[in-house]
């Protein structure tokens, strides 16, 4: 493996159908999108560093130079790799904007984790210090190999954002993988850590360094996943994915996270080894879990107890976790895939996460979280204390931190490089994946340079206006995705010559003039949306979709009305859109008490029919809970 020139993307693999363009190479300028970008680095990066300050977890780095981390030493087992993280976030944040301020912040937290660095490169505050646990003596646990991939992943992005930094931050890593790679390798301890992390990590570090040696590491980790190599657990070793094989699994199973890491790591590794049959079971594992274990906001996990996938078709709304981190990873899954293959469903996928799961975490002004992210809220949230870290994952509203705080720094990381998922190239020309107001700049392979910019409202508006701002003496290819939600009248316009086109790309080869346009309109009416039918909890229910977007039914939306379960949907009348908000037609219903929840005949069970609700407007599902304590819901039951 030789080494690549340092490119500003999280993920940059030798081969594939497609290759990224790096965030230098695109800009946002407007729209829904810019909006999150700009409040994630002026407000929520701020908000993350104040908490990681405020709740002792950067102090943990001076603590073990000064030798007090066994008497002192705050936050879980893997509370360091929150620091990596926001490291990450913050260099991806710099490549953005240049910020001069939140560099001389980034510099200033790196000399604080240099300092603790051991003389071996070994790097972690919770073990292997006097008074503490050794080394390595939890993998199943101990998340040190999950600590020190998130801190690889922020030396990528420094070093494809600022290349030659003088930092340190490339050198810490180098030596934390050093240290991996003696520790772990076919010589060293034949274990894997409990939480995939370090194997995606350990690869895009590759592809940075151009050293082989950390390809052939997370190589052998996946390998040893599925051996039972890990203890056994309470919930089982496929909360692991130490059951089975990676080869031999067909569905992604397990703490939902950790699957997705995991994959992620396995098509990394498959890529780079040209490994033809890992891939394909990677493949079939996101093809079963998003047709059978994927929740319609694109969210993923729906146990509880154990942060994981249920089986096939336990989607229950009210019960759903969906963590945030596990949105991320389907992301971080879904693009490499997308990579690989070139299968515009992958970037379906991404965009209704994005959308309806990592837009959804923080508030409106990106100080408080949610952790999961529930389809339906049956009680009024309660207010959490804004002074101290939330205890509950499942928070009833957002809360500012927690004592488990994943979500809000990896929520921060993917919004800081989101525009390296937007366009990718191929030998024939650019490919545009997601809609958003900006330009995206590319140098052929030939060496012509192309400009494309892009106007539009979308996901509120469905018109795609790209015009080419760039002159060629010779063709190339445009390609825009056409979402899988729109098989139905959508259309193509270039030059006044307007087409129908369905789900998949739509690609034009030809020699661009400046000013030449390409409009994709896409379907925006509101719509309903039926599941399938094997999902027991939802049947006789519809959702309401907008094109990407999932909207929900909100207390706050209907005076008078405390529970939305009182409410019926009528799906007589399709949704629509009025002064701009989603309405649907309801009629409410006031349900029967009896001493026992169970009767004789149907007409006993029913609620008492009530009045006829016109217009009752739906939020769209990301903006929830930004009104105060409320019921919602999105899976909404039919009036028969």
Partial sequence: MSGTVPAAAPVLPIRGRLRPVGLDKVRITGGFWAERQSI???????????????????????????????????????????????????????????????????????????????????????????????????????????????????????????????????????????????????????????????????VEFARVTGDDRYLTQAALFVDRRGHGRLSDVEYGREYFQDELPVRQATVLRGHAVRANYLAAGATDVAVELKDASLLEAVRNQWKNAVARRTYVTGGQGSRHQDEAFGEDWLLAPDRAYSETCAGVGSVMLAWRLLLADGDPRYADLIERTLFNVVSTSPSADGRSFFYTNTLHRRELGTLPDADRPSLRAAASLRAPWF????????????????????????????????????????RLADGRDVCVSIATDYPHDGQIRVRIDSDDDSPWSLSLRVPGWAAQGATVTIDGDSRPVGPGFVTENRTWRRGDEV??????????????????????????????????????????????????????????????????????????????????????????????????????????????????????????
């Fill in 40 to 202: 994630n680095g002026v407000a929520t990066l701020e908000h993350i560093e104040h908490w990681l300050e405020r709740e002792g977890w950067i102090r943990n780095f001076d603590l073990a130079v000064q030798g007090d981390l066994s008497r002192e030493r705050r936050g879980r087992e893997f509370s360091d790799s929150e620091i990596y993280k926001f490291l990450e976030a913050m260099a991806w944040e710099i490549g953005r904007t240049g910020d001069a301020e939140l560099e001389t912040r980034l510099r200033a937290i790196v000399r604080r984790v240099a300092a603790a660095q051991e003389s071996d490169g070994y790097l972690n505050t919770r073990f292997g210090r006097p008074g503490q646990a050794p080394r390595w003596s939890d993998l199943e646990w101990g998340h040190e190999l999950y600590c020190i991939g998130h801190l690889l992943q922020a030396a990528v992005a420094r070093a494809r954002t600022r290349p030659g930094a003088d930092d340190g931050l490339l050198d810490i890593a180098r030596r934390a993988a050093d240290n991996v790679c003696e520790t772990f390798g076919p010589d060293g301890i034949d274990g894997l850590c409990g939480h995939p992390e370090i194997e995606p990590a350990l």
């Fill in 403 to 442: 004592e488990v705080s994943c979500c809000p720094t990896n929520v921060a990381r993917t919004l800081a490089s989101l525009t390296a998922y937007i366009a990718t190239f191929d030998d024939e020309g650019l490919q545009l994946h997601q809609y958003m107001p900006g330009t995206v700049e590319h």
């Fill in 519 to 640: 409009v994709l309109s896409l379907p925006m009416a509101p719509r309903f949306t039926y599941p399938d039918a094997r999902i027991d909890s939802v049947r006789g229910c519809v959702a309401v979709e907008r094109g990407p977007l999932v909207f929900a039914l909100e207390s706050v939306d209907v005076p008078g009305v405390d529970s939305v379960d009182e409410l019926r949907v009528d799906t007589s009348q399709p949704p629509r859109l009025v002064d701009g908000r989603v309405t649907v037609r309801c009629r409410r219903v006031h349900p029967q008490d009896h001493g026992w929840p169970y009767r004789p005949d149907a007409a006993g069970a029913a609620p008492i029919v009530g009045e006829v609700l016109d217009e009752v407007a739906l939020v769209e599902y990301h903006a929830w809970a930004n009104r105060g304590p409320s019921t919602m819901r999105v899976w909404l039951p039919m009036d028969r």
